[in-house]
C-alpha cells in the first residue's frame, strides 16, 4: 500500500520541498510509516508570512459578526468530519480511540465560543478628565506563529488557533514533525468554510529549521508554543528581540493532592485518570500523587492493583485502555528515568517493563507507579512525559501544600477532599495555574489555562486570550467647541492643560 505524501500549505497552495529528504510519520503502536510530509526550512516560512500578510488585510477589515459566521460554518463541517479526524490522530499519535473521540468530539465547542466571543466583546469607554470622551477598541495583531505539539495535535491548535482568527488575525503553524497530519487536514475544512487563502498556513519540518525560522521572523506579532521548558525559553528569547508577543505552555509536574476524608476508591480512579490518561504524554498528567499517610498504603494498594489490569493494546480497538508513547525517542527517554528512578532508590511498585507478544513491534511501555519516592529525587522533580507516577506520602495541610509547591513548575495539580473549605483553602495556596477539585483534565474553551513558575507565560482559552491576540488603540475625542490656540497667552490654557 503506497503512503501518502503530504505537502505544506502556503497562501491557499499545496507546496512541496524538493531535494529535502521527506519527514516520516510512523504508527507509534506498530513502528509503521503512515505518510510523510515535506521538510520545510526558512524559505518556505517566509513564503507563508507573506502570503499571511497579504491574507491578513482582508480578513482583519471583516467586521467581527463576519469572521464569526466563517468560523461557525467551520464549526458545522468539522463536527460532520469528525470521524475521519479521530481514526488520523488514532493512527499518528497512538492514543486509544476512546480518549480521542471524547477530546477531539470537543473541539468545535472552541470556533463556537471564540465565534460568540468575536460577536459579542465590546469596547471600554474611559473616565478621561474635562470634555473629551476616551474609548478604545480592538484591532487584530496581524500574523501570529503558532508552534505546536505531538501529544494533543488537534486540541492544542485549537486553543491557539480559534482565538487568534476570531480576532482577525492570520497564521502560520508548525506542527510537531511526529503528528503533522491532522493540521494539514483541516485546510480543506478551512477552505470550504469561506476562509480567505493564506489565513491559515501550515508548514512542516523539523524544529531546527522551521520552528527556528519561525520564531526569529522579524514580521511575526506573536509566537504562541506549547513544549518543553528549554524550547519556550529559546522561542521567548527569538520573540522579545524582535519586540513580539509570547505567550507559551511548557513543562509540568502535577501533583495529585489525596486527603484521607476522601473515599479511598474514588481517589484511586481520579489518580489513574490523572496518571495515565494518553499514556502520560500530558502536561498536567498527575505524575506526583500526593496522599495522606493515613491511607497512603490503603491508596498505593489498590492504585498498583488497578495499575496491573489496565489493558494495553491497539489503540483503535475500542477495549484498549492505554497505548504506546508516540515514538522511540520518547520510549526510550521513559526507559532511562525508570531505571534513574531505581538508581536513586526508589521501588517500582507496578509497571516498569516493556510488553512482548503482539505489542512488542510498537512503543508500549506498561503504566508504573513508583514507591519509596523522596523529595529531590530526579523521578519525582522532572517532567518525564510517560506512564509514571510517584507517590509519596504526607502528614497533614501544610505538609501536603509543602511537597505540591515543592518543584519548579506551577501549570496545573487537583485536590481531593470532602471537606469543601479545606478544598478552596489548600487550592488558593497552590502555586499553580489549573486546580481542580475532585476531578483531573477537565477543560473548558471558557476556562483559563496556562501555568505559574516554570510551565509558561499567558493564557490559553477564555476572553482573556481573544484579547492577548489583539492590540488596544485608544481613541480620545474633544467634544469642546471653544477655540483653542496653545501659542495665545490670552486663551487661559493653563487653566486646561498642564
Known amino acids: 500500500m503506497a503512503v501518502k505524501h503530504w505537502k505544506m500549505l502556503i497562501g491557499g497552495q499545496e507546496v512541496d520541498a524538493p531535494g529535502a529528504e521527506p519527514i516520516p510519520v510512523e504508527n507509534p503502536a506498530n513502528g509503521q510509516v503512515i505518510a510523510t510530509v515535506p521538510a520545510g526550512d526558512a524559505s518556505h516560512v517566509d513564503a507563508a508570512v507573506a502570503a499571511a500578510h497579504k491574507a491578513q488585510r482582508e480578513w482583519g477589515a471583516r467586521t467581527p459578526t463576519e469572521r464569526a459566521i466563517v468560523l461557525e460554518k467551520f464549526a458545522r463541517l468539522l463536527r460532520e468530519r469528525l470521524p475521519e479526524f479521530i481514526d488520523c490522530e488514532v493512527e499518528q499519535i497512538g492514543r486509544p480511540i476512546r480518549e480521542m473521540r471524547a477530546q477531539v468530539s470537543r473541539l468545535p465547542e472552541w470556533y463556537e465560543y ?195 489490569n489496565l489493558r494495553l493494546g491497539d489503540p483503535a480497538d475500542i477495549n484498549t485502555e492505554i497505548g504506546p508513547v508516540v515514538c522511540q525517542r520518547q520510549l526510550d527517554r521513559v526507559m532511562d528515568y525508570i531505571n534513574i528512578g531505581r538508581s536513586e532508590g526508589a521501588t517500582v511498585a507496578v509497571g516498569g517493563e516493556r510488553p512482548g507478544g503482539a505489542l512488542a513491534d510498537g512503543y508500549f511501555l506498561q503504566p ?85 513558575k516554570e510551565s509558561g507565560v499567558g493564557k490559553e482559552n477564555g476572553i482573556v486570550t481573544y484579547e492577548a491576540y489583539t492590540r488596544t488603540q485608544s481613541v480620545v475625542v474633544n467634544l469642546s467647541d471653544e477655540p483653542f490656540d496653545w501659542f495665545d497667552e490670552n486663551k487661559a490654557v493653563e487653566k486646561r492643560y498642564s
Request: charged share 20%; net charge neutral.
Open 114 to 308: 471564540f465565534s460568540a466571543v468575536a460577536r459579542t466583546h465590546e469596547g471600554r469607554v474611559h473616565p478621561f478628565g474635562g470634555p473629551y470622551v476616551n474609548y478604545t477598541r480592538r484591532q487584530p495583531l496581524g500574523v501570529v506563529g503558532l508552534i505546536t505539539p505531538w501529544n494533543h495535535p488537534m486540541l492544542i491548535l485549537t486553543k491557539k488557533l480559534a482565538p487568534a482568527l476570531a480576532a482577525g488575525n492570520a497564521v502560520v503553524v508548525k506542527p510537531s514533525e511526529l503528528a503533522p497530519i491532522t493540521p494539514l487536514m483541516l485546510a480543506d475544512v478551512f477552505r470550504e468554510a469561506g476562509l480567505p487563502e493564506g489565513v491559515y498556513n501550515v508548514i512542516t519540518g523539523y524544529g531546527a529549521a522551521a520552528g527556528k525560522a519561525l520564531s526569529e521572523h522579524p514580521d511575526i506579532q506573536k509566537i504562541d508554543v506549547t513544549g518543553g521548558t528549554e524550547t519556550g525559553r529559546h522561542i521567548g528569547a527569538a520573540a522579545g528581540r524582535n519586540l513580539a508577543g509570547f505567550a507559551a505552555e511548557l513543562g509540568g509536574k502535577a501533583s495529585v493532592l489525596v486527603f484521607d476524608d476522601t473515599d479511598i476508591d474514588r481517589a484511586v480512579s481520579g489518580a489513574l485518570f490523572a496518571s495515565f490518561i494518553a499514556a502520560g504524554q500530558t502536561c498536567v498528567q498527575g505524575a506526583r500523587l500526593l496522599v495522606q499517610e493515613s491511607i497512603y498504603d490503603q491508596v498505593v494498594s489498590r492504585l498498583v492493583e488497578r495499575t496491573r
Open 368 to 452: 508504573t507507579v513508583f514507591t519509596n519516592v523522596k523529595l529531590g529525587m530526579r523521578v519525582e522533580q522532572e517532567e518525564i512525559f510517560g506512564p509514571v507516577v510517584c507517590a509519596m506520602p504526607f502528614r497533614d495541610e501544610a505538609h501536603a501544600i509543602e511537597l505540591a509547591n515543592a518543584t519548579n513548575f506551577g501549570l496545573a495539580g487537583s485536590v481531593w477532599t470532602r471537606d469543601i473549605a479545606r478544598a478552596h483553602r489548600v487550592a488558593h495556596s497552590l502555586e499553580m495555574g489549573i486546580v481542580w477539585i475532585n476531578d483531573h483534565h477537565r477543560i473548558d474553551p471558557s476556562s483559563p489555562w496556562g501555568g505559574f
